[in-house]
Each structure stands twice: as C-alpha cells, then as structure tokens.
C-alpha cells in the first residue's frame, strides 16, 4: 500500500550490550524467522519510561536489565515491577567501573566497595 514500515529504536538504559563501535548506541529489533519472533538477546523490553522533553515517556530497559537493580522488584499483587524509574533515574548517574558507561545500577556486594557495574 506504498506505507513505509517504522523500525523500532528501542535501547536500553542500563546496558552497554547495544552499543556500536565507540559505544554510540545502535537499534534493537526482535529476530524475526520462520518460527517466530525472538527477543533481543537480553530479553524483551520494559517500558517505556521517564517523560522526555515533551512529555513523553520514552526511555526502555531490558526485563534482565532491570531485574539486577536492588530497588526493583516485582509486585505479586499488582502484577507489575516496582520501583523501576528510580532505578532508572538513579543509573543515568552512574558511571560503571569496567566499561566507564553510565546505567551501572549494581553495586559491588563488598560494602566498604564503591564500585558500580551493568
């Protein structure tokens, strides 16, 4: 019908995992083949989150992503995760000690340690 179809650009916040060569980040689709739709490796995204500019909600995170941040968990009455944007907002400032990207939402499990990683 001549319509052109919209590729989603859905990233997510909190992993380096679809960066490109100098860590610009680069579109996520879901595999498609014979036998289906797969999800990215990391799993299906949640979301979207935290307004942009307009209003906008518009920030995404992997499941697997999200699940390792200490705040977030799931609510079983609600049926739904908790807690997730302050997550998000906590990870957008900091820096991960291996790769120096931010969204490094775990910190390390020694507690006089301040380091963070994805």
């Known amino acids: 019908d001549g319509r052109r179809k919209q590729r989603s650009t859905r990233l ?6 679809e ?3 100098i860590g610009l980040p680069v579109a996520v689709e879901p595999v498609v083949s014979k036998d289906g739709c797969a ?6 995204f949640a979301g979207p989150f935290l307004p ?3 209003g906008i909600a518009s920030t995404w995170v992997h499941d ?3 699940m390792w941040c200490p705040e977030v968990y799931f609510d079983q009455r609600k049926q739904r995760l908790k807690n997730v944007t302050s997550a998000l907002k906590r990870g957008s400032y900091i820096k991960c000690n291996h ?5 490094a939402t775990v910190g390390c499990t020694l507690q006089q340690c301040p380091k963070s990683y994805h």
């Open 12 to 17: 997510c916040c909190l992993c380096p995992q």
């Open 19 to 21: 960066r490109g060569p």
């Open 39 to 44: 999800p990215p490796p990391l799993g299906h």
């Open 52 to 54: 942009d500019r307009d």
């Open 64 to 66: 697997s992503c999200v």
């Open 99 to 103: 790769c120096g990207l931010k969204g």
